[in-house]
């Protein structure tokens, strides 16, 4: 496989250094992306990164994972961004085995290949760096002029800059260059890539790789990911959507995926899968053909959903927007998870009761007209049920005696109770 054409089709490729696609054709090639380690899980704006290493060593190429464990000790020196806060060593090295185990559902780490995937933390190489070692073995090598020349230094202190820019910040781009150097001269490391902007730190890499070593190195960029409408990729009103099932359900993580808008799945589709051209090719014609029934949303959130998580979680993301959506059953209910369970119904009136008051049982007008107020009055809740309006647990209810007792508990602690199509109401025993 030519890996500079798959990303080249896929639209993941934005600057290519000269004689990278020769070199990368010529044998195989280490290459790495550089990772953030300031959480202990990765979201869904690394997977840009990680998908260039999956197909690089599908390719029959060697991915590294660089955890940037030494940028992630000095935090973000603008302080522009509170997610890159300094971190101590335990923390550290817990989000490095994390991320780990993420990245090893995406990336061979064990099979004895020559192309086996790799983990390094710059932290290693760095700690017993001192500055007056750094300064004199790597700050010689490149000109100010040279540092200065950079588009993200000259965007730091042109005229709409207000705060200008630390020395830290300043010399990230020597640190950096450096990872690549060491790479280089340890790994037989050839190429960095990245996300377009990190273009100007990485080419400095190369250049550092030159005057060290008069090695020749290669810098490859892909284009950074953003929405049709504009906003932020990869956020969502709560924040980041992370690959942790923990931080974000599965449930959640499907939605994501599913909700996203016709021009922008077509893109991702490309991007965050592995299915091949003609595959897409089909989909893309047939969500043409029929965009209501969105097809494209429906095989992006599918591909991803099993690869990051798993395909039990995909189809009980599956039911639960069935059950959300008014086609799930009662048996579909009581089948989710407690996570999945509270991530359909985030955002829904929620009310408390006693469970052992619930264990006597309650008669059903005072459950929710008294107890809760899901019913405003007794009046509504008899129309309801007259109408057969009213569902508990996703199973009609008509009977104006009925009580309800803890057997109606979903997992122990529930009760859904749901008046017409869309309104839900969440009845927690305690």
Request: proline share 2%.
């Amino acid at each position: 496989m030519n890996f500079v054409e798959e990303l080249r089709w896929r639209g993941m490729l934005h600057d290519i250094m000269p004689g990278t696609e020769e070199q990368l054709l010529k044998e195989i090639t280490s290459a790495y992306v550089g990772i953030d380690p300031t959480a202990d899980s990765l979201h869904i704006g690394h997977l840009v990164g990680v998908m260039m290493l999956k197909h690089l060593q599908i390719a029959g190429h060697k991915p590294i994972a660089l955890i940037g464990g030494a940028t992630g000790m000095i935090g973000d020196p603008s302080g522009k961004s509170q997610e890159r806060n300094l971190l101590d060593e335990d923390t550290l090295r817990h989000n490095q085995a994390c991320i780990k185990k993420q990245l090893a559902r995406f990336l061979d780490f064990e099979s004895g290949e020559k192309n086996q995937a790799i983990l390094v933390n710059n932290y290693d190489w760095m700690k017993e760096f001192s500055f007056l070692a750094f300064i004199r073995d790597v700050g010689k090598r490149i000109t100010v002029n040279y540092m200065m020349s950079k588009d993200s230094v000259k965007k730091r202190l042109g005229e709409e800059s207000k705060v200008g820019m630390s020395f830290t910040e300043f010399t990230y781009q020597l640190v950096q260059g450096y990872d690549f150097y060491h790479l280089y001269k340890n790994l037989g490391c050839k190429l960095q890539m990245g996300g377009s902007d990190q273009w100007g730190n990485i080419t400095t890499g190369t250049e550092l790789i030159r005057r060290m070593d008069s090695g020749e190195a290669f810098a490859l960029t892909c284009p950074l990911i953003t929405k049709a409408d504009g906003t932020k990729f990869g956020k969502t009103e709560s924040g980041n959507v992370w690959l942790d099932a923990e931080r974000t359900s599965p449930y959640a993580f499907f939605q994501f995926w599913l909700n996203t808008s016709d021009e922008d799945a077509e893109r991702y589709i490309k991007i965050f899968t592995l299915l091949s051209k003609n595959e897409i090719d089909a989909l893309v014609a047939a969500h043409k053909e029929a965009p209501h029934e969105r097809m494209l949303q429906k095989k992006l959130a599918e591909e991803l959903t099993i690869m990051v998580h798993s395909r039990e979680d995909y189809e009980m993301a599956v039911e639960a927007s069935q059950i959300l959506f008014g086609k799930g059953t009662a048996d579909q209910l009581r089948k989710l998870n407690e996570s999945t369970f509270l991530a359909v119904f985030e955002g829904v009136p929620q009310f408390q009761i006693s469970k052992a008051e619930l264990e006597a049982g309650i008669n059903i007008f005072d459950l929710l007209a008294e107890k809760t107020e899901v019913f405003p009055s007794k009046g509504e809740l008899r129309r309801t049920l007259q109408g057969n309006g009213l569902s508990i647990n996703k199973d009609k209810v008509s009977d104006p005696e009925l009580v309800i007792n803890a057997n109606y508990l979903i997992g122990g602690k529930y009760i859904l109770a749901q008046k017409g199509k869309k309104n839900y109401y969440l009845i927690i025993a305690g």
